[in-house]
């Protein structure tokens, strides 16, 4: 059998996901690799080393992740990173005072509060727009825009953009585009294949899936981007421990598997809710009455398990939430079990009222994370907790 040790594409997605950058461990012939729980290493002699000088810079094990997401992603490069946060707060060390972005406005709430409380006092400028309409994005583009920031499908209204739309506007403008990739992961979106400079995933979700780390990963294909971003990893020190990225390279084996679950209950309980409370309070890709279902297939193999739901008000919001009982409220996404929540005052409480209002998130909108369990238990749990 061959083994695939780097970011061969040949292989296929569930044995790169299983094999792409680790080796059996050259001492005991372990398969797993390693957990290397070490601050420092030992030098054979002044400037002599095995490419290890100090952990924030290089461990084995963050480095085994590493060249795994990459290989799946298919970048050259990747950066694992103690957060998802931390790991978009890196990327943005890459610019500087003056740097114009343009933004989509329907951004996770996190990476909003990210932009608009911290790095604007930077001197940053941040335009929002609707990313659905790439001449939007066009319009908003400045002499000094450096990058595009997109993710698609959004957090929590499920709205995408046109991938290689919004890479050609960017380079048009000598600017990146970076892409959040979270929602969709590497099994159902390829962002570098449509033109994306920088992809990044908050791992704590799906490429970890099972809720128990935190972290973020950004991949990159370009050589000098990824020197930059080594730089700023070594330099800022935003990195994971080794156990929280030996978890991810452990959730990482099973993606394919996972996303084909996640994506069968979020479909069948999309079409469920849509008979249930209407296709129009139903926001999910795969319907054919999203109004970018098109745009959903071409760019996407599948849907995953992420649905929105509008209940109409906080107070059938806050009922719903209490009567649930197999669904966990709960903040985050991805895991094997299924979560629900109410992004105005969860993961979205940091975006200002008003802001949310104009954005079309209401207090009665909840967000559904539908898990691996037994459809027909998730849809139980959901019709008792709608009547």
Known sequence: MTKIFDSDMSAAFGTRAIHAGQR??????AIMTPIYQTSTYVQEALGVNKG?????GKNPTREALERNVAALEGAQH?????????????????FKSGDHFVVGENVYGGTYRLFDKILRAYGMTFSYVDTRDPQLIADACTSATAAIIIETPTNPLMRLTDIQAAADVAHSHKALLIVDNTFASPYFQHPFKLGADIVWH??????????????????????????????ILNAAGAVPGPMDAWLVLRGTKTLHLRMERHDSNGRAIAAWLA?????ANVFYPGLESHPQHALAVKQMSG???????????RDNAARMLRRVKLFSLAESLGGVES?????????????EPARRAQLGITDGLIR???GVEDLGDLIADLDQALK
């Open 24 to 29: 059996p461990d050259p001492l005991s012939g």
């Open 52 to 56: 290890y000088e100090y952990a924030r």
């Open 78 to 94: 990747g950066f694992a990173f103690s957060s998802g946060m931390g790991c978009l707060d890196s990327i943005m060390k890459l």
């Open 202 to 231: 908050s791992s704590t979700k799906y490429l970890n899936g099972h809720s128990d780390m935190v972290g973020g990963i950004a991949l990159v294909v370009d050589d000098d981007l990824a020197t930059r971003l080594q730089f």
């Open 275 to 279: 008979s249930r409370v209407g296709e």
């Open 303 to 313: 849907f995953g398990g992420m649905i929105s739901v509008e209940t109409g008000s």
């Open 339 to 351: 979560l629900i929540n109410q992004p105005a005052e969860m993961t979205h409480a940091s975006v």
């Open 368 to 370: 559904l994370s539908c």
